[in-house]
């Protein structure tokens, strides 16, 4: 095995534990009883940004997904996952249409990944869940975590991507 692939394989793994470990100490349960809300999501986009689709998404749905398990959410568990691994890959395909990876790559891909995450959210808990009007109170906490998360993640990416040093183990 490539020495370059087996550091994405452990950054991967480091992200997965990030975020869970974050999900697990920072959150703060919804008024509705569903759910949670963190800031999670950051190393979900930081890890997009810079892992590329298949680790990025593994961490993302990994990381995430084992947090709900933990946490007593396992019902979210698919959904998690799956909307995770989204954010992953979108900002992984948004920010990677750029010519370079500055400001505008950064913040584009950013936006485009956190956007869904809400409105899946709301789409599992409704149409899957049957949550009816608990889903629908959930929308602007949910709105709210992805724009602190991605606030934050702008800033992370930027300076993570200032540090040449990353770029020679990814």
């Known amino acids: 095995m490539k020495t370059k692939q087996i550091n994405k394989i452990v950054i ?14 920072v959150h703060i349960p919804l ?36 947090s709900d398990l933990i946490l007593g959410f396992a019902v979210y568990i ?7 691994g989204l954010c992953a890959f979108i900002i992984w395909f948004v920010s990677s249409r750029f010519k370079n990876k500055k400001y505008p790559a ?3 891909g950013v936006i485009a990944g956190e956007i ?22 959930n929308v602007p906490f949910n709105f709210i975590q992805a724009g602190i998360s991605a606030l ?5 990416i930027i300076t993570i991507n200032k540090a040449d040093f990353i770029k020679k183990y990814l």
């Open 12 to 25: 991967a793994s480091l992200f997965a534990a990030i975020i869970c470990v974050l999900n697990i100490s």
């Open 31 to 66: 008024p509705s009883g569903y759910g949670y809300i963190n800031i999670s999501d950051v190393f979900v986009l930081v890890a997009g940004f810079f892992l590329g689709p298949v680790y990025a998404i593994a961490a993302a749905a990994i990381g995430s997904g084992l």
């Open 78 to 84: 698919p959904a998690t996952a799956l909307i995770k």
């Open 106 to 108: 950064i913040i584009t």
């Open 116 to 137: 869904p995450v809400p409105l899946l959210y709301l789409f599992y808990e409704y149409v899957i869940l049957k949550y009816g009007q608990a889903a629908i109170v």
């Open 152 to 156: 934050i993640a702008v800033f992370m």
